[in-house]
């Protein structure tokens, strides 16, 4: 069973990723918490991945996610938001992140990731 915990400021998103996830007979949703418990959770929890949406107007996501990597160095991150570009990619790498994706895209860059580690 592969853990994900999902860091997102938007209850919305985060409903909506944990039914989605957990139609996967595989995966489970170790928790989901806000960007400010993102580090303290992920230590706690130990998920196989953490998944952060990026989007967010109240802390920047990337500036979450480097603390997210730097807590947790281990973890392989996925961060996802509604529009992706290169300009992202290239700072989400930089910081740590395994996989940029889109909402859209978010499952299959998951199953990728898992594939790899198994």
């Known amino acids: ?7 997102s400021n938007d209850v919305v998103v985060t409903c909506s990723l944990r039914g989605i996830f957990e139609q996967h007979a595989d995966w489970t949703v170790c928790g989901s918490v806000l960007y400010r418990d993102a580090v303290n ?3 706690q929890e130990r998920p196989d991945l953490v998944v952060l949406n990026i989007s967010v107007p ?4 990337l500036s979450a996610t480097k603390k997210v990597r730097k807590g947790t ?11 992706t570009s ?10 740590g ?6 909402e859209s895209d978010l499952v299959q860059s998951i199953q990728k990731l898992f594939s790899f580690a198994a």
């Open 58 to 61: 109240v802390m920047s996501g």
């Open 86 to 95: 290169s300009r992202l990619e290239e700072a989400a790498v930089e910081v």
């Open 97 to 102: 992140v395994k996989s940029v994706s889109s």
């Open 41 to 43: 959770t992920a230590k």
């Open 73 to 83: 160095p281990s973890v392989p991150l996925v961060v996802f938001c509604a529009i």
């Open 1 to 7: 069973m592969k853990r994900i915990l999902i860091v």
